[in-house]
Structures are given as structure tokens and as C-alpha cells.
């Protein structure tokens, strides 16, 4: 109750803090266009010939639509814990009576409204010209499914996070973590225009619930049963990634701990 009770507070203070440091979302949002290259050069294959279901129309929305999932779910909690860790000024976050991972959390969702705010333009243009779902139960699980990305990724963020109380630095592995995600997630290229076992090896890894699901599920690409299966996976992955992070946070906090952290 402590933690409902405090939370818009923080909400408040990392809205404030995101216009503070609005620039360097702007920048930061900048880095993170490659659907937009991505979009470019699949328009231009499909121009000439369709790519299995996939036309210049359905390029469009699809790249437009992944720009927009990594947008707003996407996390920056990796070099924030790296720093702080470091520098050992987690400490202050340690001394309030609440568990910093729930201060992180809203000072990443304080940010999502700036983001989304820069993000409409895109949107726009994805309704007019894409073909986006008209389907009420899909568009539901459309939005669900964008809160399960975002889960997945700042809990693993936390989790890669955390590795730096036994590192030096846990920026490789995220780096690890991140070229994998443009392989596997669809972010680069769709899933469905691999080969038929890395599609498989991608739909077993969370990868593609961090934004693929989300995308095939906008504009179409799935029905509402397989949408369903598709939601509870993710869901399932959010779930596993949280009770990870808190573990291993734990952890990392006794051996902060120990070494006068």
C-alpha cells in the first residue's frame, strides 16, 4: 500500500525529470530508427515483386508500427544501474523504504508520454496509409500485448542491470542481449520472412514478444486464437523475467553490501 500510495508521486518526479533531460530522450529516440532503413530497402524489394504476404503497403505498416513498439516499450534501466552501481550511489536508493526496482519503474514509464508524444506523427501515418487491424479484441490485445513487451524488457534491463555488482560492467552483455534482439525480435527483418527453424527458434525465445507479437498483432498478421496463445506466452515470459530480476538484485545488493556499497 506504502508503494501504490507513493507511486504517482514518482511518476510525477520522473516526468519532471524526462523534460529535464529532454534532449537527450530526443537523442536517444533518434538511435533507434533502423525499421525507418528497414522500411527503405523491403519497399523497394516488394516494389518489384511481393515478398510472401508481404507488399509495399504491408512493409509500411509493418516498419512503421515496429518503430512505434520500440518506442514506447524500450528501456534505458541497463546503463542507469551500470552507473549507480559504479559510482555507488545506489546507496541512496537502498536507504528509502522503497525497493528501488519499483523508482526505477516509474522513472521509465514517467518518460513513455514525451516518447509517445514524439512518436504520434508516426502513428498518423500509420493509420492513413498502413493496414492496421479493425478488430476490437485484437486492438485489446494490441495494447496488452505492448505493456507485456515493455515488462519484458525493463526487467531483463534490471536483470543485466544487476550483473554489474559481479562485473566491472554488464554493458557487454546487454550489448550481447541487444544484437540478438535485432536477429530474432523482427525488428530488422519480419520472422515470417525466415527460414522455417530460426522462426521456430525465435518463437521460443522472448525476443519476438518485445515487439514482433506486438507488430503481427496490429496489423493483422494473426487471428484472435492465435493472438490469445501468443499474449499468454508473453505474459508468462514478463512474469519469469520479474521474479529473475528480483532474485538476482537481491543477490547483488548482499555482495554490494559486503563490499561497503
Known sequence: MSVLGAYPTLLRVGFSAALAYRAELVIWMLTTTMPLVSLSI?????SEAPVGRYGPGEFVGYFLAALVVRQV???WLVWEMNQE???G?????LLKPIHPLWMYSAENLAALPLRAALCLPVVVVAVVYADLTRSGPLLVIFFASLLGAWLINFFTMAIIGSLAFFLESSTSVF???LITFMLLSGYVVPLELFPGWVRGVAEALPFRYTLGFPVEVVIGLVDLETALRG????WAYA???AVASILVFRAGVRRFGAFGG
Open 231 to 234: 499474449l499468454a506466452v508473453q
Open 42 to 46: 523491403w519497399t523497394a524489394v516488394a
Open 239 to 241: 512474469a519469469s523475467a
Open 73 to 75: 516499450t524500450g528501456s
Open 89 to 93: 550511489t545506489l546507496s541512496q536508493r
Open 85 to 87: 552501481i559504479r559510482q
Open 175 to 177: 550489448e550481447l542481449w
